[in-house]
């Protein structure tokens, strides 16, 4: 499966270091699936992958306008399909409550 942000894809080892396994619809790392998950994930609903390389915001989400937000979080779009979107929402809805 790949990792969000990964970098090397041909050498996943650790020398040092700690590694977190979230539960998928985890993204604030506090260790449950919960409304706050649910809630940064609606707000960046409709933010796009920029995948133009000639564009600045390149790699990045951002809604067609802008908001206060923007860029927002890769690790929100939660099947990592380039939006974040309802699809997203339902993976926080179908973990809610799970803990790690």
């Not at 050498?11 to 506090?30: M, P, Q, R, S, Y």
């Not at 707000?43 to 990045?60: K, M, V, W, Y």
Request: glycine share 8%.
């Amino acid at each position: 499966t790949p990792v969000p942000a990964e970098t090397d894809l041909d050498d996943n080892t650790i020398i040092d270091g700690w590694v977190f396994v979230a539960i998928a619809g985890e993204v604030n790392l506090d260790g449950i699936v919960d409304i706050f998950d649910g809630v940064l994930v609606a707000a960046a609903s409709g933010a796009r992958l920029i995948t133009d390389p000639q564009d600045p915001r390149f790699g990045e989400y951002w809604h067609d306008e802008a908001c206060p937000r923007c860029p927002h979080d890769p690790c929100l779009d939660l099947n990592q399909d380039g939006v974040i979107d309802g699809l997203d929402l339902e993976i926080v809805e179908n973990n809610y409550g799970e803990t790690w």
